[in-house]
C-alpha cells in the first residue's frame, strides 16, 4: 500500500484567510500537549505512560499534524511529505502493538474534537464570522480524516506483512497483564477481545527456566486460552486460574526439557508480584535454598521466598546480630551459631540439641555459657530471637556465618567490650 493518497486529496485550506495562522500558532504547544492527555484519559489503551520511543512517536504524529495544518494555512504549497511518512509509521507501529482499527481510529477522532474545542475557543475571541469558523471547521475535519487515512494505510500494511498478527496481539496482552502498576480493566479487556481470550478473575503465572545452553521451544503447543512469551530472557506463560493437575501436565508435555515455578492463583491485578515470587523460586532453586524440582510450587516456599527477599538487607540484619563474633575465628563462630540455630530450633531443650549436633549434654551447657556471656539479654528478647532466628534460616546450612566483611561500619557501635568478650572458645573435654 502506498501513502500517496494522503493530504493531496484533502480539502485544501485555500479559501481560508492567513492570518488565521498567525492566531493560531501561539495555540500549538499547549494544543497538542491537550491531545495526548485527552486521548491518554478517555482511551483505556494509550492509559500507560507515554516514555520510550513509542511515545515519543505518538506525540510527534500530534504535533506533526496541527503544525502542517496551520503551515498550510498560511502556504498551501508547503510541504507535506514528513508528516504523511510519520502517521504512516505511527500506523504500522499501532499494528506492532497490538491494537485495533478501533483504537486507531478513535484516537484521530479525539484529536480532531479537541482541536475544534480550541478553534472555537480561539474563533470566539478572535471575533471571527460564522462563515470563516464554518470553512476552518470543514478544512480542519478533512485533514484529520486524511491523516487517519494514512495511518490507515500503514496499519494495514504492517498487518499484510505479518502472518503472526494475532500471536503479536496475544504477547501484547500477557505483557499488558504483567505490567507494574497494573493496566486498567478496559485496556485488558480491549485486548482480551482482540484475541478471543475469555478474561478470568484469577490467574497463574509460570516461570519457565530453559535447559542449560538450551532455549524454551518457541512454538510449543499450549491450550488456546494459555498466553506466553517464550522468546525473552525469562520466559513465562499466564494460565487462567488455578494450575491443576492436567493443565501441568499438558505444561510440562509442550516443554519436556525446562524446570517450571508455578506462582499463587491471584486476581489479574497481582500477576506480576506472583510471578516475581516464581522467578525468585528459580533462582533459590538453583542456589540450594529450596528442593529444585521439575515444577515447583511457589506457593509451598512461601516463607523461604519471604526470607531470601532481600538478600542485601538479611547480610546487614546477620552482621549487626553477629558482631559480637567479630574477633572469633571461624571455627569458632560456626560453633556456637551451629549451637544457637539448635537452641532456637528446639526451644532450649538441651537432650534435644545435643541429639541434633551429636555431642554430649555437658559440651551443649557449655556452650549455652558462652552463648549467654557473648549475646546477654539479647537471649531472652522474644524480637531479638525472632530476628537471630529469621538471619539463620536465611544462611541456609551450608554457611552460617555472614558475606558481608566482619564488623561492617553500621555493626561497630553494638560489638561487645572487650570485657564482656569470652575466653576463645574450646568444646569441654566431654566433646573430646
Keep these: 500500500m502506498s501513502v500517496e493518497r494522503g493530504l493531496d486529496h484533502a480539502v485544501p485550506p485555500t479559501a481560508l484567510p492567513r492570518k488565521l495562522a498567525e492566531i493560531l500558532r501561539p495555540e500549538l504547544a499547549s494544543l497538542s500537549d491537550e491531545i495526548v492527555d485527552e486521548i491518554r484519559g478517555s482511551i483505556p489503551a494509550y492509559a500507560r505512560p507515554l516514555d520510550g520511543p513509542y511515545g515519543r512517536s505518538i506525540r510527534a504524529g500530534v504535533q506533526y499534524a496541527i503544525t502542517l495544518f496551520v503551515a498550510q494555512i498560511a502556504d498551501p504549497r508547503v510541504s507535506k511529505e514528513q508528516s504523511l511518512e510519520v502517521h504512516h509509521r505511527l500506523g504500522q507501529n499501532e499494528m506492532r502493538e497490538g491494537r485495533s482499527l478501533d483504537t486507531l481510529q478513535s484516537a484521530y477522532r479525539v484529536g480532531a474534537r479537541v482541536s475544534w474545542r480550541r478553534i472555537m475557543r480561539v474563533g470566539r475571541r478572535a471575533g471571527l464570522s460564522s462563515a470563516v469558523m464554518s470553512q476552518l471547521a470543514d478544512a480542519m475535519l478533512a485533514f484529520m480524516d486524511e491523516l487517519a487515512s494514512v495511518a490507515l494505510d500503514g496499519y494495514l500494511e504492517a498487518k499484510a506483512r505479518t502472518a503472526g498478527a494475532l500471536d503479536t496481539w496475544r504477547r501484547r496482552l500477557l505483557g499488558v497483564l504483567l505490567e507494574v502498576p497494573a493496566a486498567p ?152 551459631l551451629e549451637t544457637l540455630r539448635a537452641w532456637l530450633d528446639s526451644q532450649a531443650n538441651v537432650v534435644e540439641i545435643a541429639e541434633r549436633l551429636q555431642v554430649h549434654p555437658q559440651t551443649v551447657r557449655y556452650r549455652m555459657r558462652q552463648l549467654q556471656a557473648t549475646f546477654g539479654d539479647l537471649l531472652r528478647d522474644p524480637a531479638a530471637r525472632f530476628e537471630m532466628e529469621l538471619v539463620l534460616r536465611a544462611a541456609g546450612d551450608d554457611q552460617l556465618r555472614p558475606e558481608l566483611p566482619w564488623p561492617p561500619p553500621l555493626a561497630r557501635a553494638s560489638v561487645v567490650p572487650a570485657s564482656r568478650r569470652p575466653t576463645p572458645l574450646e568444646d569441654s573435654p566431654s566433646r573430646r
Design 185 to 336: 480493566p478496559k485496556a485488558i479487556a480491549e485486548l482480551a477481545q482482540l484475541t478471543g481470550w475469555g478474561v478470568p478473575e484469577q490467574a497463574s503465572p509460570v516461570a519457565v527456566k530453559s535447559p542449560l545452553n538450551g532455549r524454551a521451544r518457541r512454538h510449543a503447543t499450549f491450550d488456546s486460552d494459555v498466553l506466553a512469551e517464550l522468546d525473552s530472557a525469562e520466559p513465562c506463560i499466564v494460565v487462567p486460574g488455578a494450575v491443576t493437575g492436567a493443565r501441568l501436565a499438558t505444561l510440562e508435555a509442550a516443554l519436556p526439557d525446562c524446570r517450571l515455578a508455578v506462582g499463587p492463583c491471584v486476581p489479574l491485578a497481582n500477576l506480576a508480584d506472583s510471578l516475581r515470587w516464581a522467578r525468585r523460586a528459580l533462582v533459590l532453586a538453583d542456589r540450594g535454598r529450596i528442593p529444585a524440582q521439575r515444577v515447583i510450587r511457589a506457593e509451598g516456599h512461601l516463607a523461604a521466598l519471604l526470607v531470601h527477599s532481600d538478600g542485601a538487607l538479611t547480610e546487614l540484619l546477620r552482621a549487626r546480630l553477629f558482631a559480637p563474633l567479630a574477633e572469633m575465628t571461624d571455627k569458632q563462630q560456626d560453633r556456637l
